[in-house]
């Protein structure tokens, strides 16, 4: 048995280590610093730095880093070690004030979306002290946040921490209207449940598609997928098992509150979810997690797919990104109340939820597009494009009750009254019901089921955050004007329902008729990431973050193209590399069956033999496809070069998503009819369901 209690964090410089070895003001103001936000002094940044690199030293660090997260999606650390010469000929260990607080990674490498050309190349990373430094493999990491040298963010990790702080400000003037004075400050929590696949590593390395795109570009349907509901919560078999458990104790060792794994829907899918904490560290650790998961698979001959789509015809991947707010004294703000007043407190911030929501649908629907998110969403499967809210039935009678003044038809048979009534409260059961709502309230929280397995959680989280603080915003004016603060309030809640009740949908959100209902509400539905963007830059956008400081203009312009640029990558990387595999492996397939077959054939004659049918049958099928597969390579090769043509960054996203897109799918279809003709032993790719059994 391991001493899980001693184990957990003892990799991390969390508070109890900068208790134990900061000297006492040192720590203070630290304290205060990360707190309040108030500037760190130099002094004592040396005296962190240098306690900070003492005991990593003692842990075995060599190095340290600034981990950063640029607009690449994944994570970036530049490593230096901690020596320094001592002037004898030897070294002594050593960390500066300086090199904690600030680094400067070469910026040209990193997508800026032009920014880098208005201005200089460099950048720089800056300590979010609110996130802990840790150790992993020999180095001590220092989260921060990446700009460019005239301060634009560079990354995905600024904008979050500036949403936070808008949301923080606008939370707070809602609570103080409610008398409430103790509390010093509001912040996110978040949960991200991170949905993945496991497969053998040998596997892995014999599909080019899985190596450079991460998802299968070819392969025929297997004989067994899903449709037995047999793997879900199933037992997990032993060799996934010892990664799960040394999974779970390297992130525990960092501080990660892994909690929770099992077996998902589809075969070799698993989950992994965490104990919610605040937004930026939340967002660290699940960045941190999807590291983990792959380099621990790697240990164990295993692959982890973390792509939205490995698999055509199975269900693919997402991360429930559960959302609350909760006060710094630890009150959740969307947990129904004890007292009628509790509870009018409760409704004003699931209303501004609701009305943020609607107002900013399309902005949420960018938040969770990209190439791979776009095979599952709209897909029959994951939650639809088709932005929506779940309440359940209780919760939404009791807005529908407060909002006609008609009687709650509920356990409470007298009128709802805000501020005078008490809510029930929500248990999970009642609440989560609904698996198809692609952002549904679970009895003390929002779960936003569309971003992808490989996003990271703060696209989706900034801009949930700034749609809610300027809804708390409009509400705060207009609560802060008033003379009577408990009919303003009644009115304002009563509007709110009555205007964004459309958004609320309690039904199956994967039904055909949703599609045709949600149009009739008014509803967006933006099926490809392509539709989606130029919300982005819709001046409602523009106007919604330059208000609360979480972008200027020109940082999501930039933002914008990185994002229609990473599509076009991506569709072309697949493209490329499906072209690729079927020159270099699927015609080479074809022929040598086809010469199998052909040898046979004539051997049989030459024979007298004339018993030919099933050798004529399979040559002239696979002759017949394998004309077919050549026009249809040669349409994927001629839109291909079409691309060029194209320079205005969403025209060229457009040409991708139609042409470059449909003919890859209609190469694929002629691929996989292929693969179910031609023989094992021609056939150069582990099949389906050689993959998705492979682990045991
Ligand atoms: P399910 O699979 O039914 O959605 P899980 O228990 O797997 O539920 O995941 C729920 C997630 O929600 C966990 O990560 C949990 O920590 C998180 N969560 C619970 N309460 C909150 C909260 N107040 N704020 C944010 N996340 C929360
Ligand atoms: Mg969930």
Redesign the pocket.
């Known amino acids: 048995m391991k001493d899980v209690a001693n184990l957990f964090g003892c990799m991390v410089f969390n508070d109890t280590v900068m208790q134990a070895r900061l000297p006492k003001d040192v720590y203070k103001a630290l304290k205060k610093t990360m707190a309040q936000g108030t500037h760190l002094e130099l002094d004592v940044a040396n005296a962190v730095a240098n306690a900070m690199k003492d005991w990593a030293v003692e842990k075995g660090a060599t190095h340290f880093t600034h981990w950063f997260q640029p607009m690449t999606g994944i994570t970036a650390e530049k490593h230096d070690s901690f020596i320094a010469p001592a002037g004898d000929g030897r070294i002594i260990m050593e960390f500066s004030g300086k090199e904690l607080v600030r680094g400067e990674p070469d910026a040209s490498s990193f997508p800026s979306g032009g920014l880098r050309a208005t201005f200089e190349a460099r950048g720089y990373t800056v300590w979010d002290i609110t996130s802990y430094a840790f150790i992993k493999n020999d180095t001590l990491y220092i989260p921060t946040a990446f700009c460019s040298y005239s301060g634009e963010a560079l990354d995905k990790k600024t904008p979050l921490l500036r949403s936070m702080q808008a949301i923080n400000k606008q939370a707070i003037r809602i609570l103080r209207l409610f008398g409430n004075t103790d509390v010093k400050c509001v912040i996110t929590?978040?949960?991200p449940?991170q949905e993945y696949f496991l497969i053998d590593k040998t596997m892995y390395l014999r599909r080019p598609d899985l190596v450079y795109t991460g998802r299968t570009l070819f392969g025929a349907r297997p004989p067994k997928g899903q449709e037995m509901d047999d793997h879900y919560f199933g037992s997990i078999k032993p060799r996934v098992s010892a990664f799960m458990h040394e999974l779970e104790e390297e992130l525990w060792k960092m501080g990660v509150h892994a909690k929770?794994k099992h077996n998902e829907v589809a075969p070799a899918q698993h989950e992994l979810?965490?104990?919610?904490g605040t937004t930026n560290l939340a967002t660290d650790h699940n960045q941190l997690t999807m590291e983990v998961m792959k380099s621990i698979a790697n240990k164990h001959g295993l692959s982890c797919l973390l792509h939205e789509k490995p698999f055509a015809g199975v269900n693919g991947s997402g991360k429930?990104n559960?959302?609350?707010l909760?006060t710094d004294t630890g009150i959740?703000l969307l947990e129904p109340g004890e007292t009628p007043f509790e509870n009018a407190q409760f409704l004003l911030f699931l209303t501004a939820v609701i009305k943020a929501v609607d107002e900013y649908q399309d902005l949420l629907r960018v938040s969770v597009a990209s190439a791979g998110n776009d095979h599952r969403l709209g897909a029959n499967e994951a939650p639809p494009a088709i932005i929506s809210i779940f309440l359940g039935d209780e919760l939404t009678e009791i807005l529908e009750a407060l909002e006609t003044g008609v009687a709650y038809k509920g356990k409470q048979k007298n009128q709802m009254e805000i501020g005078v009534t008490v809510l029930p409260h929500f248990p999970k059961d009642i609440t989560?019901r609904n698996r198809t709502s692609p952002f549904a309230f679970t009895g003390?929280?929002f779960?936003f089921r569309m971003p992808g397995s490989s996003f990271s959680i703060a696209g989706p989280n900034f801009v949930l955050n700034t749609a809610v603080a300027e809804v708390l915003r409009d509400f705060a004016d207009t609560l802060e004007k008033t003379n009577d603060f408990k009919d303003t309030l009644a009115v304002l809640i009563k509007k709110t329902i009555r205007e964004h009740k459309r958004i609320v949908f309690n039904g199956n959100n994967y039904a055909e008729a949703w599609v045709y209902e949600a149009e009739k509400r008014g509803l967006s539905n933006l099926k490809t990431t392509v539709e989606a963007m130029p919300a982005f830059i819709a001046q409602k956008s523009i106007d919604v973050f330059t208000r609360h400081h979480v972008f200027s203009e020109t940082e999501i312009r930039s933002r914008y193209e990185i994002l229609l640029e990473n599509y076009c990558k991506t569709l072309r990387i697949e493209a490329l590399t499906m072209t690729d595999m079927v020159k270099k492996e699927i015609i080479q397939a074809c022929i040598s069956y086809q010469h199998e077959l052909s040898q046979l054939l004539q051997s049989k004659k030459t024979d007298g033999r004339y018993d030919c049918t099933l050798e004529e049958y399979f040559l002239d099928k696979i002759s017949k496809l394998s004309a077919c597969l050549l026009r249809k390579l040669d349409t994927l090769e001629n839109a291909m070069l079409e691309t060029k043509k194209t320079t205005d960054a969403l025209s060229l996203a457009e040409f991708y998503r139609d042409h470059v897109f449909g003919a890859m799918s209609e190469l694929r279809l002629i691929v996989d009819e292929l693969e179910t003709l031609v023989a094992k032993k021609h056939w150069p790719l582990p099949t389906y369901a050689e993959m998705l059994y492979s682990v045991n």
């Open positions: 929590t978040v949960g449940e929770t979810a965490p104990i919610f429930h559960n959302w609350s909760s959740n989560d003390n929280k779960e």
